[in-house]
């Protein structure tokens, strides 16, 4: 009997740091804009790595945008840290919105169906949900077992409602910049489960 293949036991997911975006409270959903972190963001992104100094990471994800590779750089620095790039779990692209104000964004998104595209060509919030499970299922489907998953406040979001139960809502919560929030792998699984059930009858309760 062939012994059984590893499999991915904990994920951290992490926001990345304080952007030159962010900190104007702007959208940026287009991965070929430049927008690097700001100085703070460097900072939380060094205070990140030095807390996980003593964690055996054996992957870190990242997405397309530049705020995400720069928070790796600085978090892993000199560490032999595999890298893969999950372009599912990108920043949506926000259509008329892009490049303009969060508040703006949020007030559009919370008095519309998640069926509802953004003027401009948008993203749905159930076409959001879609690829955010795609990038999960790609992170569960892993056989490192500690994995580092530095991407965005949406995709965090969601993967914490879907694991607690509450499930994709209107308007999300606003995740820390450079705070992990590990989901082990019976959690991510469940928030599979529950993301995949949601979009199958999308619907804000």
Not at 47 to 72: N, S
Request: charged share 25%; net charge negative.
């Amino acid at each position: 009997m062939s012994p059984a293949e590893p499999l991915m036991e904990r994920a951290l997911f992490v926001r990345h740091g304080e952007s030159e975006f962010s900190v104007k409270q702007l959208v940026n959903g287009d991965p070929r804009v430049a927008c690097s972190l700001t100085g703070l963001g460097r900072q939380q992104a060094e205070q990140l790595g030095e807390r996980l100094v003593g964690e055996p990471l054996d992957l870190c994800v990242v997405t397309e945008f530049p705020r995400t590779l720069e928070t790796a750089d600085i978090v892993l620095e000199d560490r032999d840290v595999p890298r893969l790039v999950v372009p599912e779990l990108n920043d949506p692209y926000y259509g008329a919105f892009e490049g303009g104000s969060l508040r703006d964004y949020r007030v559009w998104a919370a008095s519309h169906g998640p069926e509802d595209a953004p003027p401009g060509g948008g993203e749905t919030r159930l076409a959001i949900a879609k690829r955010y499970l795609r990038g999960f299922e790609i992170v569960l489907a892993r056989s490192e077992e500690l994995i580092l998953v530095i991407c965005h406040s949406l995709p965090i979001a969601f993967a914490l409602a879907s694991a607690d139960g509450r499930g994709p809502r209107a308007k999300m919560p606003i995740i820390t910049y450079a705070e992990p929030h590990v989901l082990h792998r019976e959690g991510l699984e469940l928030a599979i489960k529950r993301l995949s059930k949601w979009t199958k009858n999308p619907v804000y309760r």
